[in-house]
């Protein structure tokens, strides 16, 4: 009786200790990126070129956006382009809103993205001849739209890839009246802040 009770005893509290120890936390899962109330920063660049206008475009934009649905990210963006032509050249600066969808969660995901934008262009040029006045500036609207994929390089680093749309007005040096649509194959990077991460390091593990 005496040698049950202590079995009884000896198995009791192995019980409770074992039930008091901390359980071993289970390893941190990066969270899937493009999540509501995550935010996206980025740039692209791009280069093209028209022989039957003898015309070079080179374009740069700078955006940032806040997903305010998962893979669904509204914000603004900033383009600054420069038109080439035999004579003069034509530079742009333009911001406005932006709109960008990503199809997937995943490591390697298509997206599409648009923006509208509002700015100003100077022409400028070095043969007065060709292009009779020095320099004149205008107000500018463009519509802007790209259809690419992003991939994760490096933590939250990605790189996009993407083929862009936009309708133009067109530079007077151009010969062409009103408006235009241009192609345009761009290369960029972005940072994702992921809100879940952000948390998480300021809380700690223990």
């Known amino acids: 009786m005496r040698k049950a009770l202590l079995v009884y005893l ?87 809103p932006l709109l960008r969808y990503q199809f997937t969660n995943s490591r390697v995901s298509p997206f599409i993205v648009g923006a509208y934008q509002w700015g100003k262009a100077t022409v400028s040029s070095t043969n007065t001849k060709t292009f ?10 463009s519509v802007y739209a790209g259809l690419g994929t992003s991939i994760r390089v490096v933590a939250e680093w990605r790189v996009d890839l993407l083929l862009t749309w936009q309708d133009k007005p067109a530079a007077p040096e151009s010969g062409i009246q009103g408006r235009y649509h241009l192609l345009q194959a761009q290369i960029g990077a972005n940072y994702l802040i992921n809100k879940r991460s952000v948390t998480r390091s300021y809380c700690g593990c223990y």
């Open 132 to 141: 009779p006045m020095a320099e004149n500036q205008r107000s500018i609207q």
């Open 10 to 96: 000896v198995c009791h509290c192995w019980l409770c200790q074992a039930q008091t120890q901390p359980q071993l936390s289970t390893p941190f899962e990066s969270p899937k990126p493009f999540n509501r109330k995550d935010w996206l920063f980025g740039f692209q660049v791009g280069y093209s070129k028209n022989s039957y206008l003898h015309e070079r475009y080179s374009a740069t934009q700078a955006y940032g956006g806040y997903f305010v649905a998962n893979k669904l990210a509204l914000g603004f963006s900033a383009s600054w382009g420069r038109e080439s032509f035999t004579a003069a050249h034509d530079a742009t600066f333009s911001v406005g």
